[in-house]
């Protein structure tokens, strides 16, 4: 018996393809291809690597790759090692049979998760201001005021300041995603496991946390992914240039800084498609590593 | 019928609005950068040239001065700029004009009207094509607390030394913060401080067009000696100045909190606005006194054509009207500390603009030194510049270290500078 064509599949894909591909696959190919030209006298020429060879090999332009890549790195961190496990924190204490008005923490932790980065960017300054801001007098009224700093403007501490007014914005996400495994895991569970003798903690750490893994696992890889692709917090509170020094700059920032030129410096499209590209290996090298190395060991259970 | 009479209605009533489209008046729309100006444009400019021109309506679009670029740039490829763009000096502009995106302007008459320093920041190289009407120039120095002044029984500072010593007892005094200027922003520390002190240092044009042609070095003595300057600077700023913006730079001085500023006279009308207390202006210090002073009077502002309009017409004789010596009486007013180009002198009325312009009488005129040709490449100077200038300020790199690294990378594209 002859299969029948099924030309509805095609007719119904058509819509998705044909958007994501204009919207996503050919602006990422064409990148790709863009950072393989240079701008010539009359118009883009062929260039083969040789914007890489400048973007790694140039002194200048690695070592801004280089120390944006690194700033990336710790930006990253901080999201991992602080982000994540107060998310985690959370979502046990907000999924606490016996707390109260665990609705209202929900929402108002998970509120600032939902504002613009731009008004983040301005409250925070606000905030940490040395001229105008409450930080100095918050801890001027507890006598801490020798505590102070102006943090956005010192090099050791900016970055870090401004990684942790991301994690603040962005604490909800995690917290969200583990309180919603932690409540699909059915009763049954935890009651075989109190029948045992595991109760209160030991039940976390041995029942519940195993259990969240696989979406642990997803948090990071989307906190992964957003790090390494952010840029607006940066610069809605530093510019463009990322200061001070350049200590805050990011992939991101150096991207744009590159793309669409500042002040004098001219935008160059084929070098910012480059540290696009670049961006773009870094992330897919991640990803996968996390797919194939940890993502395949992870226990599933099923219930 | 009754269907029919309001489809026939509504019929006629769109012929009727496609009707009055085309008896319509032309719209052009200017980009600029300078969102503080958007209600001078709106309420002296534009209704001034309308009034003139029936026919011709003009809109005012600015957007943030640190966007504009970019911005500009992505619009223009778009295709959905604005008939007029108002021109950045030098090579931002240079380079539209190259890829074909602004006009050639230099068949206007109005260019007559300008001489051919005021044009030099919007012409090609070799000085054959001129594309942007220019419009201002601004003029750096230091603008002072009069009231602060006169209570401690200050004068306005000739020399580096009378500087330092008006700045130490004013930090003595402790009533306010001696200088209101911050470092996050980066622009502050060089626009404010290197090019404006500097000037008196490489002797003006002199040392800026021997750095072009190689001639001196950015680490030779007259280039390092106003980062020595600004490394001193760091006493005399209010607390926390590392997280210091440049808006808050502003306020601290027209709130009364800060005694002088390191200004553009492009501050005047903002702060004529906001300041509660006289103001006066004093050029940059010389280092003794009697030595001749230099000023940094920077060519800033021109306006352009869009290469890509669709009323070429109605923009040109826009542009004319900008060229003439009724806009530059218009703008110099409208905005004190823009000073016109326009060879036609222009009478103004604010005391704190007359000052500073008086300076163009007794000193010598330059503009900023990174602007022209030496930002053309990788690392850029000026970008560079501002970076080294917040670091020297802040005393995490020397001024000699600073110097070196600005001239290591201008030698690395530079070919005059090898």
Redesign the interface.
Known sequence: MAVRPRFHVAVFLAPAVLVYTAVMIFPLFNTLRLSLYARGGTGPVFAGLENFRTLFGDP??SAAFWNALGNNVWFFVIHMAVQNPIGIGLAAILSHPRLRFATFYRSAIFIPTILSFVIVGFAW?LI?????GIA?SMLDAVGLKSLY???????DYALTTLALISVWQFVGIPMMLIYAALLAIPEGVLEAGEIDGITGWAAFWRIKLPLVLPSIGIISILTFVGNFNAFDLIYAA????A????STDILGTFL?RTF?????????PHMGAAIATAMFAIILAGVCLYLFLIQTRLRRYQF | MKRTRLAGLLLASTILAAGTATAQDVTLTIESWRNDDLTIWQDQIIPAFEAAHPGIKVQFTPSAPTEYNAALNSKLDAGSAGDLITCRPFDASLSLYQGGKLADLSGLAAMANFSDVAKSAWQTDDGAATFCVPMASVIHGFIYNKDAFDALGLAPPATMEEFYAALDKIKEDGTYVPMAMGTIDQWEAATMGYQNIGPNYWKGEEGRLALIKGEQKLTDEPWVAPFRELAKWKDYLGDGYEAQTYPDSQNLFTLGRAAIYPAGSWEISGFNAQAGFTMGAFPPPVAAAGDTCYISDHTDIAIGMNAATKHPEEAKAFLEWVGSSEFAALYANALPGFFSLNSAPVEMADPLAQEFVSWRGKCSSTIRSTYQILSRGTPNLENETWNAAANVIKGTETPEDAAKRLQDGLASWYEPQK
């Open positions: 200048h332009w300054k940490l201001s040395p001229i105008w100095p700093a102006p943090w956005l403007g010192k090099e530093q510019g463009a240039l200061g001070p020094d350049f744009y669409f030129g500042f002040q004098l410096q001219l935008g160059d």
